[in-house]
């Protein structure tokens, strides 16, 4: 029998063991270093100064106004299998992730989007509305813990930023990334995550949540925020997977939003909207109307295809229609039509692919970002 690698962990091997070695970076220890973990000396001034070395002298780093930090710059081979995040949640932080030296990001997207709470709202010293996920890939707990398994091989490097792209605010970051070395498998392809926000969606748009993917990979993942600019039902849209060349006409088609994210009949309970989270697919947050200049509702949604990922030989786009409902009045009886809708819509796409990648599209500027 082959040595196992000890990657692609279940609870039927998890007895085997293996040459890898596991290493962790964070704040205590910046480079994951053999005994290289609570080494920072006291700041005079801090709350270990009284008990010096060794004594949670640096949990957290700041990140000064318009700066990127590398968290993770690692010599492979290897895999990183598990990130925990927490401190300024918002989106002026931005997460990047790069692969075997490639220029341009593999993983690109606001921290609180990439870890499906696009709604987080969560600054230094202010709470915002908090939702938990208790996905298999993502679990995110009180009080904004933000945790990712992941599993992401890399061959020769990996390179993990986040930029504080706020022009005047510092931003904290605890952080944790549990990584392995070990053999990786030639077959073996690179985590991607790619955020996109719409807002509003031009009338009689669709949406897309991917789009210039080339090569072979398979698709993981969907997270969406999805701001609802009016008071009608809006969720009769369907999710389209044109694979390997499709045009006109996609291999997969839904047949609406609530379907595709697990739920059915629009969520409704009674007159409510119900929440829930799942191994692989939720509705986790609903914010509704409140006084508190939170306009309208506002839903997040994830579907992680683990156990049935969308392969794709040679390309994929993703897209998804904004549709509701209106009333026909000129059918006699209790008509109604479909309708196209303007909503603020935000997305990340998780998948798996070969590289090189090609660029993503430009991020939204900061304020268009931010702003609700």
């Not at 300024?88 to 989007?113: C, F, H, K």
């Not at 389209?240 to 994210?261: A, N, R």
Request: hydrophobic fraction near 40%; aromatic fraction near 12%; glycine fraction near 10%.
């Amino acid at each position: 029998m082959a040595a196992f690698n000890g990657l692609d962990l279940h609870l039927g091997n998890l007895p085997r063991l293996s040459s890898a070695r596991t290493r962790s970076i964070s704040a205590e220890n910046p480079d994951g270093a053999p005994g290289g973990g609570a080494r920072a000396d006291a700041d005079p001034t801090g709350p270990a100064r009284r008990l010096g070395r060794g004594w949670k002298c640096r949990p957290a780093i700041w990140l000064e106004p318009a700066e990127t930090v590398a968290l993770a710059d690692i010599d492979g081979p290897g895999a990183v299998q598990s990130i925990w995040i927490t401190g300024s949640i918002t989106r002026n932080l931005i997460v990047r992730m790069y692969w075997d030296g490639q220029a341009q990001p593999s993983v690109e997207a606001p921290l609180p989007d990439f870890f499906a709470v696009p709604w987080a709202l969560q600054g230094v010293d202010r709470q915002g509305p908090f939702a938990q996920i208790s996905a298999l890939p993502i679990a995110v707990n009180p009080n904004r813990g933000l945790n990712c398994f992941w599993q992401m091989p890399f061959r020769r490097h990996c390179r993990i930023t986040v930029e504080n792209t706020h022009p005047a605010e510092r931003q904290r970051c605890f952080y944790q990334i549990n990584y392995t070395l070990t053999d990786v498998p030639d077959d073996a392809a690179y985590f991607h995550a790619q955020f996109r926000r719409t807002n509003p969606l031009p009338l009689g748009e669709v949406y897309t949540i991917l789009d210039g993917i080339q090569g072979r990979g398979h698709y993981v993942g969907t997270s969406m925020g999805w701001g609802v600019l009016d008071d009608r039902w809006w969720g009769e849209g369907e999710i389209k997977f044109y694979l390997d060349g499709d045009q006109e006409f996609p291999t997969i088609c839904g047949t609406g939003v609530e379907d595709y994210f697990g739920g059915a009949f629009d969520w409704a309970v009674g007159d409510r909207y119900v929440t829930y989270t799942t191994p692989f697919l939720g509705m986790p947050q609903v914010i509704e109307p409140d006084g508190r200049f939170l306009a309208k509702h506002r839903h997040a949604m994830y579907r992680f295809h683990v156990l049935d990922p969308i392969r794709f030989d040679r390309g994929l786009r993703v897209t998804i229609q904004a549709l509701g409902w209106h009333a026909d009045r000129n059918f006699d009886g209790h008509g109604r039509l479909f309708a196209p809708r303007q909503d603020d819509i935000c997305s990340v796409a998780y998948w798996y692919q070969s590289l090189p990648t090609a660029p993503f599209p430009q991020l939204p500027e900061r304020f268009s970002l931010v702003s609700s």
